[in-house]
């Protein structure tokens, strides 16, 4: 059965940071783009960062870029997103999630949900606040 369990989440102030896992079961993240996503109530689902699995590019969002950096270790079959300089405005539910490649598909196209299905893990939350 496929799973995707996310943890790491928590309160924490501004400026600090976080990491968070995403562990994989049922499948193998070599084989998958994988990928960071988060919400916040009343918005819709924002791409965060993806990594590939066909090759070493990655995306990130405008605004998280140079502060939160996705990784990954396929022998453990897990992902990572590291977190810095944490600001309220990052305060949301982040959610895994995995995707088959796909001739159509890249790690933009995952992270701005423009094509294709996904397979979601439920999230855990991240509160910044002092």
């Known amino acids: 059965q496929l799973q995707l369990v996310e943890s790491g989440g928590g309160l924490v102030q501004p400026g600090g940071s976080l990491r968070l896992s995403c562990v994989a079961s049922g499948f193998k993240t070599q084989y998958r783009n994988i990928g960071w996503f988060r919400q916040v109530p009343g918005k819709e689902r924002e791409g965060v960062s993806c990594?590939?699995?066909?090759?070493?590019?990655?995306y990130y969002a405008d605004s998280v870029k140079g502060r939160f950096t996705i990784s990954r270790d396929d022998a453990k079959n897990t992902v990572y997103l590291q977190m810095n300089n944490l600001s309220p405005e990052d305060t949301a539910v982040y959610y895994c999630a995995a995707q088959f490649p796909h001739p159509l598909t890249n790690v933009n196209t995952m992270c701005l949900m423009k094509f294709g299905d996904y397979d979601w893990g439920r999230g855990t939350q991240v509160t910044v606040s002092s």
């Open positions: 990594s590939s699995s066909t090759d070493d590019s990655t």
